[in-house]
């Protein structure tokens, strides 16, 4: 079944600003993961959280669950030209670690 | 810091051709993970492997791929006879153990088959 579905699909904003993805899955899960993709090139682990944690940060990123509404959001602030990459969420599910990934959400940062 | 690699980069093959696509994760790690993302798609699993065994496969996952741990070091994927709809970037990943549960990936290998 699909899980980790993001919005908005693609999002362009200018340098400075703070971009908002936003992900929700569908069953329960162990963690939620955020990942990024430059184009063509592999993933790079961003951060995780874990079911029982509500707000996690790494440097300009933060990342709230929300478990009651299945819901995960992913914030960059002070956003650079070098943040423009695809950003996914994964989700794996409870006593089962393979991750399900949605589709991405297409951040473009305008110098 | 330790990264787990891939190899070849980019492999390009007739139709109906076997590859191969080799991983190597990182030293400690005990559970392995391919994945795949045919272009403009999301990335989706195929298999995870732990203690020598299939610990779980997708539906794409069917009778023409396989893996294995053929030394301490690689976890190679396989795919028999390639299709078309098979052309894609296949990604190997590897965690330390369930507890910790973060998946490291690596940089992937672009499948393209004619």
């Known amino acids: 079944s699909q899980q980790g579905e993001e919005d908005p699909q693609a999002l362009s904003i200018q340098e400075g600003e703070n971009a908002t993805m936003n992900c929700s899955y569908k069953t329960s899960i162990n963690n939620l993961q955020w990942y990024r993709q430059n184009s063509g090139r592999g993933l790079v682990h961003l951060i995780l959280?874990?079911?029982?944690?509500r707000e996690k940060h790494s440097g300009r990123l933060r990342v709230t669950l929300d478990t009651s509404k299945k819901s995960s959001s992913l914030l960059i602030t002070a956003s650079r030209a070098a943040d423009t990459a695809s950003y996914f969420c994964?989700?794996?599910?409870?006593?089962?670690?393979?991750?399900?990934f949605g589709a991405g959400t297409r951040l473009t940062v305008k110098p | 810091e330790p990264e787990v690699t891939q190899t070849p980069s980019h492999q390009v093959t007739q139709m109906g051709q076997e590859v191969i696509l080799r991983c190597v994760p990182i030293?400690?790690?005990?559970?392995f993970y391919w994945y795949r993302q045919i272009l403009g798609q999301k990335v989706e699993f195929l298999v995870s492997f732990y203690n020598n065994e299939i610990s779980e496969k997708s539906e794409i996952f069917d009778d023409q791929f396989s893996v294995e741990r053929p030394d301490g070091s690689n976890f190679t994927l396989k795919i028999r006879s390639t299709k078309l709809e098979d052309s894609a970037m296949y990604f190997c990943a590897s965690m330390v153990d369930v507890t910790y549960n973060e998946q490291f990936f690596g940089p992937g290998t672009r499948l393209t088959v004619l």
């Open positions: 959280i874990r079911s029982n944690e």
């Open positions: 030293s400690n790690h005990l559970y």
């Open positions: 994964a989700t794996d599910l409870y006593n089962n670690n393979d991750m399900r």
